[in-house]
């Protein structure tokens, strides 16, 4: 038996008074492909931000790949990490944002080269071999001298995409990486996620309001709901045998609002 | 009436004092403008405070009272100061202060989500702000930069008070000399003219070369 790569316990996050996430916990095994989805405002972006250390935490314990991420021990006390595990913990874990976030100033190839030679000293004739593999995997290795600016919606996340995994990281999370484009574009970069899902073993949580994607994509669907889980399950049981009355709902209106299941 | 090739000459020896105020004002103005407008976006609050000190007193007093105490001022406090060295200290002090603030403008201006990518490459924050933030800022500050110049240009006049023989002031002498108004600052206002104008195009020069292939970015 392995131990989860992803530890999430009793959980806690505030906006001020207001509680987005109440005493969420679950885990996450290693090269588990998770699927969370939910009604908007049910703090499914807030979890993938709290992982990638863009927002605090209010309360509770996350452990990445064996160490925790927000605290760290200090004369044998338990006290709240610093920058410098924040920043050595972060090297476990990448994202993909739903508006790309590329650096517009660099290039196509200098947004996937910059980080692995400033944060992992990568040798830059070495980043950019690299660069070119992971831009061919996108299908986009024609495009390495181009500005973001010059891309469409779907070439940008491909480039995302290739940024993050350009750094290797072991887990990865995609906040709604197609909500953003034009309903033509988001078929070329579900299929390079397909395929990544199908050739590595990275771990992945994916936010998504595609059901028919997760429903592929995911070995396990979590079904949130005013920041706990209500339910969850293979996506068989989450999308055709539901037990809890309010993902079947969910499901309904999703279905209703013209999403394919 | 006499020589008016001699006032020339004169007029012209006031046009290099000024000219020289100007681009090395302009010059520890940029560096202070960046110091302190960095500083102000620091997360450390005594940085912060220090900057926002320097900021607010360069702007809250005259440029006039400044130059006074740098030149009258501080050689009671053991730094006695060249007039040249007086007027640009105190022409950068000022001018760096209104700029700070257009750096700091500038950084603040640049979107959220690109501190967000930063963190997500793990990136420091040092290397957030020198690959990511400050390369995307430094365009929008150049052309208020190119009118913090021209008014630094546009105050080196007040020199004239430490006894430094900039271009105002020879005008005033070639107008005392000669009793004729028109003559000497029609040729200075030309010549400050002429300045600014130079000033505006090198600034305008700089910004096509730095956003060159930077287009599309906002
Ligand atoms: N910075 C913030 N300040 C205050 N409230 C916030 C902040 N970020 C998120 N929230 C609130 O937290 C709740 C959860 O937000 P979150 O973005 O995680 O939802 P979501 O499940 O991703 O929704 P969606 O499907 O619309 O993206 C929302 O009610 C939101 O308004
Ligand atoms: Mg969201």
Redesign the interface.
Known sequence: MTDPIIRIDNLVKSFGTFKVLDGLSFDVMPGEKLALIGPSGSGKTTILRILMTLESISDGHIEICGDQLYHMRRNGREVPADEAHLHKMRSHIGMVFQHFNLFPHKSVLENITLAPILTKGTPRAKAEARAMELLEMVGLADKADARPAQLSGGQKQRVAIARALALQPRIMLFDEVTSALDPELVEEVLLVMKRLAAETDMTMLLVTHEMGFAHEFADRVLFFDKGRIVEQGPPEQIFSNPREERTQSFLRKIIAAGHRV | MGDWGGYLSLILQGALVTAKLTVMGCALALVVAFIAGLGRVSRFAAIRWLATAYIEFFRGTSIFVQLFWVYFVLPFAGVTLEPLQAGIMALGLNVGAYAAEVVRGAILSVPR??Y??C???????F?RMR??IF??ALPLMLPTFGNNAIELLKGTAVVSLISLHDMTFQAQVVRAQTGSTLIPFATILVLYFLMALALSRAIRMIETRITR??????
Do not use: C, F, K, S
Request: cysteine-free; hydrophobic content about 35%.
């Open positions: 989500d690109q967000e990518a963190i997500a490459v793990n990136l420091t924050r290397q690959h990511v390369p995307q292939g930077l287009d599309g970015v906002r």
